[in-house]
C-alpha cells in the first residue's frame, strides 16, 4: 500500500505538533525541578532525569504511531467501493479497538516501568485531538466559513 501525500502531511503535522509539545512539558519540568524545594510538604518534588526523557519520547512515538495508523485505515475504507460499507465500518472498528489496546498498553507501561515517567509518557496521548480541534478552529475562521 502506497502512503497517500494526504496522510503523510497531516502525520507530519501530528509528529511536529506532538513533539514541541513534549519538549514544552520537558522544560516544564525542568523549571518545576528548579523551582520546587527538594524538602516540600508531603514529600512533593519534582524529578528531573532519564525518565522524564523516556516518557516523552515513548509517549509521542505511542501518539503519533496511533494516528498514522488511523490515517493508514482511513485511507484504506476510502479506496472501498460502496458495496463495501459493512466491511469499511468493520475495518475502522477493528483498527480503533487495536489502537486503543495499544494506548493502554503503553499507559500501563508507563505506570509500572520505573524507568519511564508517568505523566511526560501520557501527556503526548491528548496532544493529537487537541492540534487537531485547534488547527479545525483556526482554519475554520480562515476559509470565512461561518456554518455552524
Not at 523551582?35 to 514529600?43: E, I, L, S
Not at 486503543?100 to 520505573?114: E, H, K, M, Y
Amino acid at each position: 500500500m502506497v502512503v497517500q501525500d494526504a496522510v503523510k502531511k497531516e502525520t507530519t503535522f501530528i509528529a511536529v505538533g506532538t513533539a514541541l509539545a513534549s519538549v514544552l512539558v520537558i522544560v516544564l519540568f525542568f523549571v518545576l525541578h528548579q523551582v520546587v524545594p527538594k524538602d516540600a510538604p508531603f514529600g512533593y518534588s519534582v524529578p528531573f532525569d532519564y525518565t522524564i526523557f523516556l516518557g516523552a519520547i515513548g509517549g509521542t512515538v505511542a501518539a503519533v504511531g496511533n494516528f498514522f495508523w488511523m490515517g493508514l485505515t482511513v485511507q484504506k475504507i476510502t479506496g472501498m467501493s460502496e458495496e463495501e460499507t459493512d466491511r469499511a465500518r468493520s475495518t475502522m472498528a477493528v483498527s480503533l479497538r487495536y489502537r486503543t489496546l495499544l494506548q493502554l498498553l503503553w499507559v500501563v507501561l508507563a505506570i509500572f516501568v520505573p524507568a519511564i515517567n508517568l505523566v511526560t509518557g501520557v501527556i503526548p496521548l491528548f496532544i493529537p485531538s487537541i492540534l487537531i480541534k485547534f488547527r479545525g478552529i483556526f482554519l475554520r475562521g480562515k476559509e470565512g466559513d461561518t456554518k455552524v
